[in-house]
Nanobody
């Protein structure tokens, strides 16, 4: 049974940093493309960043480019999202998602099969 669990969310002031983690079990982590998504109250879930199964391809939403960095540690079955220069508009529930063996990654949520329960990020002004 596949389980995806996010952690690392919290309350931070604008300009601060957080690092989100996502561990996945029940799958061969090396074979999975991983993504981070977020959903603010009253808004649709949107893609933030993704990384291909090989780690060679990454993609970022324009809103986070230059501030967020995605990475994965296959030895630890863990995905990370380093978030710097946080803004109040980054406030949302952040979700980790996985899809098997995609060559390049993308931010269409409907492409992803497995999802975590989310971790809340709140950025105060």
């Amino acid at each position: 049974q596949v389980q995806v669990v996010e952690s690392g969310g919290g309350l931070v002031q604008a300009g601060g940093s957080l690092r989100l983690s996502c561990t996945a079990s029940g799958l061969t982590f090396d074979d999975y493309t991983m993504g981070w998504f977020r959903q603010a109250p009253g808004k649709e879930r949107e893609g933030v960043s993704c990384i291909s199964w090989s780690g060679r391809s990454t993609y970022y939403a324009d809103s986070v480019k230059g501030r967020f960095t995605i990475s994965k540690d296959n030895a630890k079955n863990t995905l990370y999202l380093q978030m710097n220069s946080l803004k109040p508009e980054d406030t949302a529930m952040y979700y980790c998602a996985a899809v098997y063996g995609v060559g390049l990654c993308g931010l269409d949520r409907y492409d992803y099969n497995f999802w975590g329960q989310g971790t809340q990020v709140t950025v105060s002004s």
